[in-house]
């Protein structure tokens, strides 16, 4: 790993010395035509590469010379560490940038992990959602349906990713709930499973939008009223679609407790970050920012948004996110120590149990261009149904750990002996080792 990154540096330093960065307006279009620019994925999947696809198919065509616009799996350290790569090694000339996890700004202020990158140096391209469409749900059977109930009764929820982690610490540690995680799943609609089966009683955080990615797998659990969404994690915006629902940023008794609860769900409002390496010249990067927000006006992208049913609720200029890094970053240590403190705090976590079984893999049938897949394995003449996600799900092949997600399904081949670990019919598997 030390020699491939001397060598990425290398290579990357080599091109960066023959592509010069331009800087007039009249040299960009010279300076795009042909060229691709590459939009490197914290998450690599999902709705964020949705959305950056969407902006993707139509910035291209406002940026002078109209270059294409591709996109690179980055993945690792909850979608941040792609940030470590644009400020260390990206050229600086317009042709890397960024969609991190929406925590890639705020990593400093929330933990005390290890970065690369000073958020208050990067530069700033366009948010594609500052709705923060995220919330905490609960089944209808659980018995808590206010903030008041959940100060009192306890509740075990759970989620597929751990950034959701953070605002469960916060509400148990700044407003005094009584909240266990269970996680994390390896998939999000894992997480739904267990809710729906009893193995807990709710979602840490999860969307009620017509696009929420639930809603393609289970869309009427909101409609029938089997799961409630009880409170939005947000500082201060309302619902338009939920507007009776609390929210969490306004429920604290103290003005430390409602700025370091501005801090912890500060994610929400760069939602979908597009962001640059430092060092980028200022006319690259204000043509970015036009052609962003160009895009984001666009009718075409519009339609696409609209027929994909991805959000782009209040889309935010460059301009303005740099600003409101800039003002979350100014507000007082006394609420930057507190939300640290109570992030840092994982004593309401325990983890997911699985259950094992071998069987023979009989098929292999991949989703769509995603890293996912449906395994059908034969155990004891019976058919069983297996979930895969190549981003978390672990993989062990022939006695070789397959470290670097997301892994390829031709690790798999069919007649192979795996033993599986999941949390039951038609879930996700944790872990895969294969072999003969």
């Known amino acids: 790993m030390k020699f491939r990154n001397i060598a990425l540096a290398i290579t990357v330093g080599i091109t960066s010395w023959i592509v010069a960065t331009p800087v007039k307006a009249e040299n960009l279009a010279e300076f795009f035509s042909g060229r691709a620019i590459t939009i490197h994925m914290g998450f690599p999947g999902g709705g964020f590469l949705a959305s950056a696809q969407l902006v993707g198919n139509h910035m291209g065509k406002y940026i002078p010379g109209n270059p294409k616009i591709v996109f690179s799996p980055r993945p690792g350290r909850t979608g941040t560490a792609v940030l ?17 996890g929406s925590l890639g700004p705020w990593m400093p202020l929330l933990s005390d992990t290890p970065i690369k990158y000073d958020p208050l140096k990067l530069v700033y391209i366009g948010n594609v959602n500052s709705a923060g469409d995220t919330y905490l749900f609960t089944r209808a059977d659980a018995g808590i349906k206010s903030l008041a109930d959940l100060k009192i009764k306890s509740l075990r929820v759970s989620n597929a990713r751990g950034a959701y982690r953070n605002f469960v610490a916060a509400l148990n540690n ?5 909240i266990t995680y269970i996680g994390d799943y390896p998939a999000h609609r894992d997480a739904f499973i267990a809710m729906i089966r009893g193995n807990t009683q709710g ?12 809603r393609h797998y289970f869309p009427n659990l909101l ?4 799961a409630i969404p009880i409170l939005r994690y947000s500082a201060n915006t309302k619902s338009t679609t939920h507007p009776n629902v609390p929210i969490a940023g306004q429920s604290a008794n103290t003005e430390t407790q409602k700025k370091a609860l501005e801090i912890v769900f500060a994610n929400q409002v760069l939602d979908r970050p597009i962001v640059g390496p430092p060092g980028m010249s200022s006319v690259t990067l204000k ?21 994909k049913k991805l959000g782009i609720e209040s889309p935010m ?17 006394a ?16 983890y997911v149990k699985y259950s094992t079984f071998k069987a023979q893999l009989m098929k292999i049938k991949p989703k769509g261009k995603s890293p996912h897949a449906v395994l059908l394995f034969k155990s004891k003449e019976k058919s069983i149904v297996v979930h895969l996600d190549a981003r978390t799900t672990i993989l062990n092949a022939y006695g070789r750990d397959i470290t670097i997600p997301p892994f390829k399904l031709r690790s ?18 944790h872990k895969l080792t294969c072999g003969d």
């Open 84 to 100: 470590d790569f644009i400020a260390q090694w990206a050229p600086k000339d317009g042709t890397h940038l960024a969609m991190p």
């Open 174 to 178: 700044i407003l005094g709930t009584k």
């Open 203 to 214: 979602v840490a955080g999860a969307g009620v939008t017509i696009g929420a990615e639930h």
């Open 223 to 226: 409609k029938d009223g089997e």
């Open 287 to 307: 043509v970015f920012q036009d052609a962003f927000m160009r895009a984001m006006k666009d009718p075409a992208l519009i339609a696409e948004a609209k027929a």
């Open 317 to 333: 200029s460059g301009i303005e996110m740099k600003a409101f890094v800039l003002r979350i970053f100014a507000l007082p240590n």
């Open 335 to 350: 609420a930057k120590s507190m939300a640290k403190r109570a992030l840092r705090d994982s004593s309401f976590v325990k």
């Open 412 to 429: 798999l081949t069919h007649g192979m002996i795996c033993e599986i670990s999941w949390t039951g019919h038609d879930t996700t598997a």
